[in-house]
């Protein structure tokens, strides 16, 4: 059974920075695509970043390009979202996720086709 350990979320203010951590075990790394994904009270669950099993390349939602930086480590079985210049926007419920062998370029849009998933860590940024 998959099992995720988050870390890193908090306040911070507009400008800031944060790294997200998401430590895994319980399935083979190495064959499963790695996100993060977000939400807000209200609003369905939006990709941020992802990297897609068997590939290094790396895929953002248009809102955190260029400010975001989605990495993996596959010897710690852990992943990372590095997280610059942040703005009240950002403020939601980030959660880590995984799936065996997904290699669609299109699966930052589709939180559905993700089956493993952390429990969320809150990242708050204030004005």
């Known amino acids: 059974e998959a099992q995720f350990v988050e870390s890193g979320g908090g306040l911070v203010q507009a400008g800031g920075s944060l790294r997200l951590t998401c430590a895994a075990s319980g399935f083979r790394f190495d064959d499963y695509a790695i996100g993060w994904f977000r939400q807000v009270p209200g609003k369905e669950r939006e990709g941020v970043a992802c990297?897609?099993?068997?590939?290094?390349?790396?895929y953002y939602a248009a809102s955190v390009k260029g400010r975001f930086a989605i990495s993996r480590d596959n010897a710690k079985r852990t992943w990372y979202l590095q997280m610059d210049s942040l703005r009240p926007e950002d403020t939601a419920v980030y959660y880590c996720?995984?799936?065996?062998?997904?290699?669609?370029?299109?699966?930052?849009?589709?939180?559905?086709?993700?089956?493993?998933w952390g429990r969320g860590t809150q990242v708050t940024v204030s004005s």
């Open positions: 996720a995984a799936e065996r062998a997904l290699t669609n370029p299109q699966s930052i849009r589709n939180p559905r086709w993700w089956g493993d």
């Open positions: 990297i897609l099993a068997y590939d290094s390349t790396t």
